[in-house]
């Protein structure tokens, strides 16, 4: 009767599998109910002083992230490349979760966590009731304590890359934090400043990404119905065959004649134009793009840069 009796108990929370003690306690489950379940044979475990898992095993990334802001409090957020993941860029991550707190809270840091106290807790973003800093703030948290140079250069170059942070932003917020480890962090920001592609790229991403067109495929080679290679763009929209050129003349890109041929609709846009006239970009590709809707789609192919390409998001890219 007990094991029946806290099922429906808990039914109303089934999809979320952390609980402080507290709430348990409010559904009208007793300590000793709560004890037997966590011991080592039980159905639960303690995560953390006060914080329960509804489940045997060890926990998800995301059930540690639901224990620590339970465990630390309201204030707390999320950072680092935890945070980054919120916003849509997956990327290695380490064993600890990086947590910011306000400067007065102490307590002992929980092994599955890397606890910072900070007098400038930033205004977050809250993802299914988990609060994660904003993409500048989370970088630069975890840039500050990257030793691996191919990994500092990925956590500063690649939300840039996908325009979720500015060369500008990152530089302001490493100014106004901590300077622990920032002498590394600003040398990468200088050697990426020289690297226009990448603002490039961000600047076309979030131009897209605040329009109503669906999300391209990114770095592509177009081929013939043969496979022969006929042209490569920086953006393509395989359901209407149109591609997208902004790179710099630098990258000169192969065959856009070829392409236009070919019965491809293209879009060619001088780099500047992405950061000063984004309305007349977005309205020109608009226009393009239903031009290409009513075109009967050309019989070409597109092949994925295999080189010189980031890794892809697991979330949306656009």
């Known amino acids: 009767m007990t094991v029946l009796a806290d099922a429906a108990q808990l039914a109303p929370a089934a999809t979320d599998t952390v609980q402080s003690v507290a709430e348990l306690r409010a559904r009208g489950l007793s300590d000793g109910t709560i004890n037997r379940r966590c011991r080592p044979d039980g159905p639960w475990r303690r ?105 500092l250069r990925d956590l500063l170059s690649l939300p840039v890359y996908y325009g979720l942070a500015t060369s500008a932003g990152l530089r302001d917020e490493l100014d106004a934090g901590s300077q622990r480890g920032s002498s590394a962090v600003r040398t990468e920001l200088k050697a990426i400043e020289r690297e226009c592609d990448t603002y490039i790229h961000g600047w076309a991403r979030t131009l897209l990404r605040n329009g109503p067109l669906p999300p391209p495929r990114w770095d592509v080679t177009i081929c013939d119905r043969r496979g022969k290679a006929i042209g490569t763009v ?16 630098g990258r000169a890109h192969l065959g856009h004649l070829a392409l236009s041929a070919a019965g491809v609709v293209m879009v060619r846009t001088e780099p500047d134009m992405l950061r000063t006239d984004r309305t007349r970009v977005l309205r020109e590709l608009v226009r393009s793009f239903h031009l290409a809707t009513r075109c009967e789609r050309p019989p070409v192919q597109c092949l994925d840069a295999l080189h010189g390409s980031p890794p892809a998001r697991s979330k949306a890219t656009a």
Do not use: C
């Open 47 to 151: 995560l953390l002083p006060g914080i329960v898992l509804l489940a045997p095993g060890e926990p998800t990334r995301r059930q540690m992230q639901q224990a620590l802001v339970r465990y630390l409090g309201p204030e707390a957020v999320i950072t680092g490349v935890d945070a980054l993941g919120a916003h849509g860029l997956e990327l290695a991550r380490p064993t600890t979760v990086h947590v910011l707190v306000p400067p007065g809270r102490r307590m002992v840091s929980p092994t599955f966590a890397l606890v910072e106290r900070t007098s400038r807790l930033p205004d977050p973003l809250v993802v299914d009731g988990i609060p994660y800093a904003p993409a500048t703030r989370a970088a630069l948290d975890a840039a500050r304590r990257e030793k691996d140079v191919a990994r």
């Open 234 to 249: 920086d953006a393509w929209w395989d359901e209407v065959g149109m591609g997208w050129q902004f790179n710099p003349p």
